[in-house]
């Protein structure tokens, strides 16, 4: 099936500093690209639909300010997360649907971030 | 997309069959039934997926009751690699563009 591979798997960073992870479909074209967070013990929350060629879609309570989401390609999104602050430590997720009919999503491989 | 209802938690022992049921009572005529697992510190996989016929891959079946409001996903010989979260999901699957909305699934642990 296809491949949605992300980088970096794990990231530590300081407070008040800006971390990137970029989300890349490997073997197909996305137009959209959906990010999830996922704090300890809990679900996956939608943070926003990341679209090629437009602006990104925010949920609800998600600052668009905070997390900047860049759709470069059909083929790479990019969220940043500015001014990260030990609240953001999370688990990052991306994911992707494939080319046939049958709704599948494809999800990467996450990256867990940890702020000092 | 129709809400689910599953159990936090379930046990299985290795090389027993798992069955993990869904509750989706209010599940429309065109919504599909999706289940993705989550092994820790890991992104979902996509398990399998049914309309109304039950259905069977190389990893799992699935059984969706006749009235659709409810289903079962069957792991026939569960091995200690299927501890993981499983989410079972209730969507349109013509929208392939839209998202996946997760609920709380069910902690799987499969012991010796």
């Known amino acids: 099936g296809a491949v949605v591979s992300q980088h970096p798997s794990w990231v530590i960073c300081k407070s008040g500093t800006s971390v990137k992870i970029e989300c890349r479909s490997l073997?197909?074209?996305?137009?959209?690209m959906f990010w999830y967070r996922q704090f300890p013990k809990q679900s996956l929350m939608l943070m926003a639909t990341?679209?090629?060629?437009?602006?990104?879609?925010?949920e609800q309570g998600v600052e668009k300010d905070k997390f900047l989401i860049n759709h470069a390609s059909l083929t790479l999104s990019t969220l940043t997360v500015t001014s990260a602050h030990p609240e953001d430590s999370s688990f990052y997720i991306c994911?992707?649907?494939?080319?046939?009919?049958?709704?599948?999503?494809?999800f990467g491989e996450g990256s867990r971030l940890t702020v000092l | 997309d129709a809400k689910t209802t599953q159990p936090p938690s379930m046990d299985c022992a290795e090389g027993r069959a798992a069955n993990l049921p869904c509750n989706h009572s209010?599940?429309?005529?065109?919504?599909?039934v999706y289940w993705y697992r989550q092994i820790h510190s890991q992104g979902p996989q996509y398990i399998i997926h049914?309309?109304?016929n039950n259905e069977t891959n190389e990893m799992a079946s699935l059984i969706i009751t006749e009235d659709r409001k409810s289903s079962t996903l069957i792991l026939p010989h569960a091995t200690l690699r299927d501890t993981a979260v499983y989410y079972c999901?209730?969507?349109?699957?013509?929208?392939?563009?839209?998202?996946?909305?997760f609920g709380g699934g069910t902690r799987l642990m499969v012991k010796p």
């Open positions: 073997d197909f074209q996305a137009t959209t």
């Open positions: 990341s679209n090629e060629g437009s602006k990104a879609t925010y």
């Open positions: 994911s992707a649907p494939g080319t046939s009919n049958t709704g599948e999503l494809f």
């Open positions: 209010t599940i429309s005529g065109n919504e599909y």
């Open positions: 999901i209730v969507r349109v699957a013509i929208n392939a563009g839209n998202m996946l909305t």
């Open positions: 049914g309309l109304k």
